[in-house]
C-alpha cells in the first residue's frame, strides 16, 4: 500500500496527499506532520516496509468531512492531491485499486465554502520573454478565460493588472522565471506553480487552444501563431485539465483584453482609490463597491466588482450604460419587479463550471432549473424596456427544452449524493421504476406468493420468508414437508420443519437484494446523461449568466443613484470636467452612517 501511496505522491511532489483508506483520507511521511499542524489533527504513525520495521508519521480525516479541511489547506495557500478508491470494496481482491482524481489548489478549487461568492477566482499564467511579459487569466469556476495585451509589455502593467484580478495562482515555466517576477507575485501573495515548460511552447499551445474550442484556427479569438500571449493561454489551459481530471467543457471562449479599451490605473492608484478592497484589510467594507452593491446575486455583484475595476473608454457604450441605470432610477416598480425575480435565481455561471470539471451533483442542476423557471417573467419585464440593452432580453433564450427535461426527471430536493438514491422523479425511467419496485415492493410480491403456494400445495399453513443469512425460503413443517409440489428444492431441515426454495423465488431474491444496488447505478446513469445534455448548453447558458449579471448591476446601479439621489453626468470628448455640488459617495456614505452632513464642492478643470 505504501508503495502505491508513494507512486501517486511522486507524480504530484508539491502536494499533500489525501489518499482513501477505507472512511478516511489518510496522509503519510512529511504531508502527515504538515497536516497535524495547519489542521490541528493527531499525528501517529503506522508500521511499514519489511518486517515493519519502519515507522511512517500518519494523520487522517473522515472522508464524509474532507471538504472542509481541504479548503482549510486551500486558504493556508497549499495544493492537495485527492486519491480515491476506484473499486467496489466488497468486490475487490487483493490491493484496493486507487487513482488520483483531482489535484485542488487555490486558483481552481471549486468548493462552495472555499470561494468567495461576491468575488472571481483567478488563476494566471505568466510568461517572461525579451520583448516583454505576456499573461492568461482565468476562472475555473466560471469560466471566464481571457488574455491580456498591453499596449506596454511591461512588469509595471502587469502589475496594474494583477491588482485590478487579484489572482490567488499563477502558473510559471519551471526554472524560467525572474526574481524582480518572483519578487513582485510574492508581494501579492500570490502561490507560484511550476508547470511543464513545453506547454508554453507556441505549437503546443496552440494545439491544446485548437482542440478546447473544436477550431481550424484561433484568429477568430484574436490570437495569432506569434501573439504573446498565446503560450500562457495554452499552459493555462493545459494546467486546469491536469488539476480537474476533466475537459473543462464550460470554457468555451477566449478574450483578449486591450488595456485601451479601459481606463488605465496603476497598483498604487488602484489601492489608494479603494474601489473594491480597503486598504485596512483588503476587505468590502468603506469600499466604492459596498456602496454601490445592492446586486440581488453573486454573479451581480462579481461583475459590478469587475466594471467597477476596469472603467468603460468608449463614450457609446458608457451612454448605453447610462441609458439602463436612468429607466431603473427612474421606475422604481420595475426596479422592485428585477430584483425580486433576480433574487429568485441561482448561479448559473458557477453551476456550469462544476458542470464543466464534473464535480455539479443533483443540488446544482436543481438550482439551474430553479433560474430557469424565472427566465419567463424576467424577459417579459426587462423587454418591455426602452434602453437598447435591457429591450433585447426580449429576445432572450428561455430553454425550455432544458428545463423540460429537468422538471420531468429531478425530484423537487434532491439529496446531494448520488450514493443517497431518490434523485429520479416516478415516471421519468419505467426500468428505474421497477427497480425502486423491486426495492419498496419485495413484501408485497412475497405475500402474493405465499397465497399462490398455499393454494397449489394445499397447505393454508405455508409461509414464504426471509432472513439475512438464508435469503428467501418456503417454509412447510415437517409433517406437511412429502406433500410439497415436485419443483421445490430443499434448503434447510429443522427439527420441526422443512425449508425449499424454488428457481422463481431465487430470482426475486436476487432482484430484491439487489435493488439499491442497481437503482444508484441507474441514478447515476441517468444523472450523468442528464448533466452530459447541461455540458453541451455550457456556452449559451454562461451567455445567459452573463446577461443576468449585467440586469442586476444596471437594477443595483438604478436604485443606488434612487437612494442616494445621484445625477446623470454628460460625457463629452472634450477634455474638460466640470462638476457642481459634488459628493465624494463613500465619504457621504460613511458620514451618514455616523449622523454626518458632508459638504458639496464644485470643481472646474478645462484646458
Known amino acids: 500500500m505504501m508503495a502505491q501511496y508513494q507512486a501517486v505522491k511522486d507524480q504530484n511532489p508539491d502536494c499533500l496527499l489525501f489518499f482513501r483508506l477505507g472512511d478516511f483520507y489518510e496522509l503519510f511521511g512529511e504531508d502527515a506532520k504538515e497536516a497535524s499542524r495547519l489542521l490541528n489533527i493527531t499525528l501517529t504513525a503506522r508500521s511499514s516496509g519489511a518486517g515493519r520495521t519502519v ?35 466488497s468486490a475487490a481482491k487483493g490491493m484496493m485499486r ?65 491588482a485590478r484580478v487579484r489572482p490567488s495562482e499563477v502558473v510559471v515555466p519551471e526554472g524560467a522565471l525572474s526574481e524582480k517576477l518572483r519578487e ?22 496552440e494545439r491544446i ?45 477566449l478574450k483578449v483584453r486591450h488595456d485601451s479599451a479601459y481606463l488605465r490605473m496603476d497598483a498604487s492608484t488602484r489601492r489608494h482609490l479603494e474601489l473594491t478592497a480597503n486598504q485596512e484589510d483588503g476587505g468590502e467594507r468603506s469600499t466604492l463597491f459596498e456602496v454601490l452593491d445592492h446586486c440581488r446575486s453573486a454573479a ?41 425575480a433576480l433574487s429568485r435565481t441561482t448561479d448559473i455561471e458557477r453551476v456550469v463550471g ?34 437598447g440593452s435591457l429591450q433585447a432580453w426580449a429576445k432572450r433564450e428561455l430553454f425550455s427544452g432544458l428545463l423540460t427535461d429537468l422538471e420531468s426527471a429531478l425530484v423537487e430536493d434532491p439529496p446531494v449524493s448520488l450514493r443517497e438514491g431518490g434523485l429520479i422523479k416516478a415516471g421519468y425511467s419505467s426500468e428505474l421504476d421497477a427497480i425502486i419496485a423491486d426495492s419498496h415492493g419485495g413484501r408485497a410480491l412475497v405475500l402474493q406468493i405465499q397465497e399462490r403456494e398455499r393454494i397449489r400445495s394445499g397447505n393454508p399453513k405455508l409461509k414464504v420468508l426471509f432472513n439475512n443469512i ?106 474638460s470636467l466640470d462638476i457642481e455640488q459634488g459628493r465624494h459617495p463613500v465619504v457621504e456614505f460613511l458620514m451618514r452612517a455616523r449622523g454626518g452632513t458632508f459638504v458639496a464642492n464644485d470643481c472646474l478643470l478645462d484646458p
Open 55 to 89: 515507522r511512517v508519521p500518519m494523520a487522517g480525516v473522515p472522508y464524509h468531512a474532507a471538504a472542509g479541511y481541504i479548503q482549510k489547506l486551500l486558504r493556508a495557500g497549499k495544493k492537495v492531491a485527492v486519491c480515491e478508491q476506484v473499486a467496489d470494496p
Open 98 to 162: 486507487r487513482e488520483l482524481v483531482r489535484v485542488e489548489t487555490p486558483g481552481t478549487a471549486l468548493e462552495d465554502g472555499f470561494l468567495a461568492p461576491h468575488s472571481n477566482n483567478y488563476v494566471m499564467a505568466l510568461f517572461e520573454a525579451r520583448s516583454g511579459v505576456a499573461a492568461a487569466f482565468a476562472d475555473n469556476s466560471t469560466g471566464d478565460f481571457f488574455v491580456f495585451s498591453p499596449a506596454s509589455a511591461t512588469i509595471a502593467a502587469l502589475e496594474s493588472e494583477i
Open 184 to 205: 513582485l507575485l510574492e508581494a501579492y501573495g500570490i502561490l507560484i506553480s511550476p508547470f511543464d515548460p513545453f506547454s508554453f511552447s507556441p505549437l503546443e499551445a
Open 209 to 253: 487552444l485548437r482542440s478546447q474550442f473544436g477550431v481550424a484556427s484561433l484568429e477568430g479569438f484574436g490570437l495569432t501563431s506569434d501573439s504573446p500571449s498565446l503560450g500562457p493561454a495554452g499552459a493555462l489551459l493545459a494546467y486546469l485539465k491536469k488539476a480537474r481530471r476533466s475537459d473543462l467543457s464550460h470554457i468555451s471562449r
Open 300 to 340: 451581480g455583484a462579481r461583475l459590478l466588482k469587475r466594471w467597477l475595476g476596469a472603467p468603460l473608454m468608449d463614450i457609446e457604450l458608457i451612454v448605453a450604460r447610462q441609458d439602463s441605470v436612468e429607466e431603473f432610477r427612474g421606475d422604481a416598480l420595475l426596479s422592485e419587479d428585477i430584483a425580486e
Open 354 to 387: 462544476k458542470i464543466g470539471c464534473s464535480a455539479a451533483n443533483a443540488r446544482d442542476l436543481a438550482a439551474l432549473r430553479q433560474s430557469l423557471r424565472v427566465l419567463p417573467e424576467l424577459r417579459d419585464r426587462a423587454g418591455s424596456c426602452s434602453s
Open 470 to 575: 438464508f435469503g428467501f425460503y418456503i417454509e412447510v413443517s415437517r409433517s406437511q414437508s412429502q406433500s410439497v409440489p415436485a419443483d421445490y428444492e430443499r434448503k434447510q431441515t429443522l427439527v420441526n420443519a422443512e425449508r425449499f426454495t424454488t428457481p422463481e423465488l431465487r430470482e426475486i431474491e436476487h432482484r430484491v437484494l439487489t435493488a439499491d444496488d442497481r437503482r444508484h447505478a441507474l441514478e447515476a446513469q441517468i444523472f450523468e446523461g442528464i448533466r452530459a445534455k447541461v455540458a453541451a448548453l455550457s456556452a449559451p447558458l454562461l451567455d445567459l449568466a452573463g446577461g443576468l449579471a449585467e440586469l442586476d448591476v444596471l437594477a443595483s446601479l438604478g436604485l443606488a443613484a434612487r437612494r442616494f439621489g445621484y445625477c446623470r453626468p454628460e460625457i463629452c470628448a472634450e477634455g
